[in-house]
């Protein structure tokens, strides 16, 4: 039997990244869950920060920002990221991180085996939420873990039990496993 509960957005599971930005010499990376694919041709994301914290502003005035994927080994700094403000403390020096030649003011984690670099189409702005419709202009992934099982990247989830999770089995394989529902009809 199901319960009418208050209105959430009980989606799972919800990935965990860093937002990176990068203004002169001083990088900031925020942890967000409110992150999800648009597309893949065009290739956009969309990714919601709250008005408030020390990311949005640059993001708004760039236009221009990473995100990293997470391993497990990053965990307690991907958490003290989504709980300290860049304005009160600098974040510059948790993740060893480089740029790239066409997109300078863009920082990339070395150690996430995957950066997007994302620049932003279009901002709407619901009550204190900015949300950031993206084009990924460039992605670059850890050439080991390509083509491998999500188990092997150990990527970090999160649920709205307030719960860090990483992936588990693969149960199948897409736009396979509805054959076999076809072929039992
Ligand atoms: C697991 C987790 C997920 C979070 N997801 C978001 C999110 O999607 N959007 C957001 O605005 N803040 C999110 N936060 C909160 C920000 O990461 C946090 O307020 C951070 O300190 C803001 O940093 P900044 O001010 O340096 O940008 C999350 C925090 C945690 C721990």
Redesign the pocket.
Known sequence: MKKEVKPIPFLYP?P?VL?GVKIEQRV????????AVMGLNPPLIV????E?????QWVRTIKQFSINLPVQEMLSR??F???????DED?SNIFQWNTTPLYPNVPLIEESPANLICTVLQEVQVEK?CIFISNIVQTWLEEDLIDKSLNQWSPIA?GLD?R?YTIGEVIGTGYKEGQKWKLKA
């Open positions: 919800i965990i937002l900031n990376f925020t942890t967000i869950g409110d992150v990714v919601s920060l709250h408030n914290h020390f990311s949005t991907v958490d990221c989504g709980m300290v403000s860049g304005k974040k939420r999160y307030n860090y």
